[in-house]
């Protein structure tokens, strides 16, 4: 078969990700253009564009448009590229407010393209296994899920804190830029439509009150016995340590050093200008009665994600990597991880990144209508579960039925 072309929108982090997969798997997928007004060139490619307006209008030969800009500029590409007769990878979440999340979906539904959102997870050995037990119906009904999202601490301050999406006004609610890949888990998991909401959430620690005695507006500036006590400090989460520096082009000690220099995300955490809760809890019910409990909180050690689903035969048990199986009749469970994940990659997520485009290559390749409208439709579930969410958090927990 062909292999097929693709635009990519944004050479960030995630960006790079999907890219990625062109050089793994050069057969399946090339990546012919890229468009982004700093560092387009970081993605090899034949064309390159500072404006995304520009590579569109262009209409470069490519079969997929993956758009991977910042949360609040996925919209217009999104609409110009589908009507431009491209198939759309869009990073998550589709946009941040319900209204145009819609448009995108009505848009590719008219126009037949499909939409892939970056909901990783589910293309996990971990997740899909789960899936998998779920629907060989070993276990029974689902009855109830109780799943926490452990953002870890580090994380938190990174993303939610100083980053891209600290000020939901700027980009999305962290309930949707976070956790729309676990309520997306939900929707798929469960196979039905979710139809209550209800939601608590606030910032408990990341607020100028809280900022200690002496401590300076940006930790260069911080005196040494102030920092040297502070597990928020830059210096220590981006020049100390690793854990971060993946997500930029260039990782070296000097770019660390100029940016908590220069940028937001050497700010005193206590100083940011972030308006999304540091810890948030959701309950939803779904149609046929099965209820979710979901914690997210930014103070953990892990950024992991654990899981009790109780169904009416048996329980799954899961701590982020490893699945405790139980069937109340004592019999072995036969269920186990799909096929086609089977096979490690060298991707994040657990492989997720490779799997999602390997999974859209898979259906384009074959042109079921009918595959290609459910996946674009079902991408929206998850997102309109986010927004209730955060209506009702907004609302002081409120129930907010979804129609």
Known sequence: MKKLRAIVLGAGYRGRAYAEYAKEHPDQLEIVGVADPEQAEVIPAPQYWKDWRECLEAHPEAD???????????????????????????????SP?????????????????????????????????????????????VVSI??????????VAHSYVRGNWANSKKSSPIILAKCSHDFDLFVWWIGQKCR?????????????????????????DCPEAVRKNCVWSAQNMYVDHDELKYLFADRSDAAMKKLIAETEYGKCVYQADNDVPDHQTVTMEFEGGATVS???????????RTTRIALTRGEIVGDGENLDICRFDGNPVETGVPRVYRIPNRSRHGGGDFNLVSEMIRILRRNDPDEIRHTTEEALQS?????????SRLAGGKIVELN
């Open 64 to 94: 997929i448009v993956m758009v991977t800009m910042p949360d609040a500029l996925h919209h217009d590409p999104a609409i110009m590229a589908l009507e431009a007769g491209y198939h759309l990878l869009l990073e998550k979440p589709i």
């Open 97 to 141: 407010t319900a209204q145009e999340c819609r448009e995108v979906i009505d848009c590719a539904i008219r126009n037949r393209r499909l939409v892939i959102v970056g909901h990783v997870l589910r293309y996990t050995a971990y997740f899909a296994h789960i899936k998998a037990l779920i629907d060989s119906g070993e276990l029974g009904d």
């Open 146 to 155: 109780s799943h926490q999202e452990s953002a870890g601490f580090w994380k």
């Open 196 to 220: 209550k909401v209800t939601s608590f959430g606030s910032i408990k620690l990341f607020r100028k009150e809280m900022m200690p005695k002496g401590a300076a507006l940006r930790c260069v």
């Open 294 to 304: 979901h914690v997210m909180t930014g103070f953990t050690e892990k950024n992991v």
């Open 383 to 391: 997102h309109l579960i986010c927004f209730a969410a955060e209506e």
